[in-house]
């Protein structure tokens, strides 16, 4: 049961990981080059939909990372899983403080109603995106380093 919950974690939080990885380093970069007001039309939908998700996703991983921390305790990897959990903390709380914040403006502009200073504002979550994908991509590498 323990090495059905090792794998199934691991898998979650991998799919998280290349979500938000190809969000910052891909999809960010498709939509800042789309012609007039696409772009900032396409990073409000894009809002919608993954912040609708992302929560669940993020919490999710993270009670799973907990459970397995719990349940391997005795098991070798256990002080991995238990750090890769609190990075996953790490993650949920900059979230909730940095990134849904102006996730949460972003996802009711319009080109007639956004800010003057949209533009400024999404990069301020793109540099915090880029230090939360980090977080994650270190708690998953801790993961996989509890399986083997």
């Known amino acids: 049961m323990l090495n059905a919950l090792e794998v199934v974690t691991t898998v979650i939080v991998g799919l998280m990981v290349g979500v938000e990885f190809s969000v ?56 991995l899983v238990v750090t890769a959990a609190g990075l996953l903390i790490v993650s949920v709380v900059m979230s909730m403080l940095l990134l849904v914040p102006i996730n949460n403006r972003n996802k009711t502009w319009t080109p007639d109603s956004r800010p003057a200073d949209w533009k400024q504002q999404l990069h301020r979550w793109n540099r915090y995106h880029y230090v939360r994908v980090a977080v994650i991509v270190a708690a998953f590498t801790l993961l996989v380093a509890a399986l083997v």
Do not use: C, K, T
């Not at 900032?40 to 993020?58: D, F, K, V």
């Not at 993270?62 to 397995?68: E, F, G, M, P």
């Open 24 to 79: 910052a380093f891909i999809m960010n970069r498709i939509l800042d080059a789309l012609p007039e007001d696409s772009g900032q039309l396409g990073h409000a939908h894009g809002g919608r939909m993954l912040g609708a998700l992302m929560p669940l996703w993020y919490v999710g991983s993270l009670v799973l990372s907990a459970i397995w921390a719990v349940a391997g305790w005795h098991h070798h990897g256990a002080g």
